[in-house]
Nanobody, 124 residues
Framework: QVQLVESGGGLVQAGGSLRLSCAPS????????MGWFRQAPGKEREFVAA????????YYADSVKGRFTISRDNAKNTVYLQMNSLKPEDTAVYYC?????????????????WGQGTQVTVSS
């Protein structure tokens, strides 16, 4: 069982930045591909970014490409999502997820474990 705990959410003005962190429990962090998803009120949960087990491969939704950066530090058992140039449409609850697959999927069904989510609100 892997427990994921997100942190770093908050309220920021448009154009600002936030960095989300996710710290999974256990000593097998490096065996999981990691992803970030988000869910806005009344909308389905959507893919944001993902990173392979080693960190050598990253993937992004078109809506965040060039603004968001996913990274991981396997020594610290932490995955990050650096969010720059934030827009009001980025407002959502952001979830960290862990996948046992070799390559991180861009769909929710490919992930085995989920965090409780952290709220990100971008004001205009």
């Amino acid at each position: 069982q892997v427990q994921l705990v997100e942190s770093g959410g908050g309220l920021v003005q448009a154009g600002g930045s936030l960095r989300l962190s996710c710290a999974p429990s256990g000593r097998t962090f490096s065996t999981y591909a990691m992803g970030w998803f988000r869910q806005a009120p009344g909308k389905e949960r959507e893919f944001v970014a993902a990173i392979s087990r080693s960190g050598g491969n990253t993937y992004y939704a078109d809506s965040v490409k060039g603004r968001f950066t996913i990274s991981r530090d396997n020594a610290k058992n932490t995955v990050y999502l650096q969010m720059n140039s934030l827009k009001p449409e980025d407002t959502a609850v952001y979830y960290c997820a862990a996948s046992g697959r070799l390559y991180p999927p861009a769909n929710t069904s490919g992930y085995n474990y989920w965090g409780q989510g952290t709220q990100v609100t971008v004001s205009s």
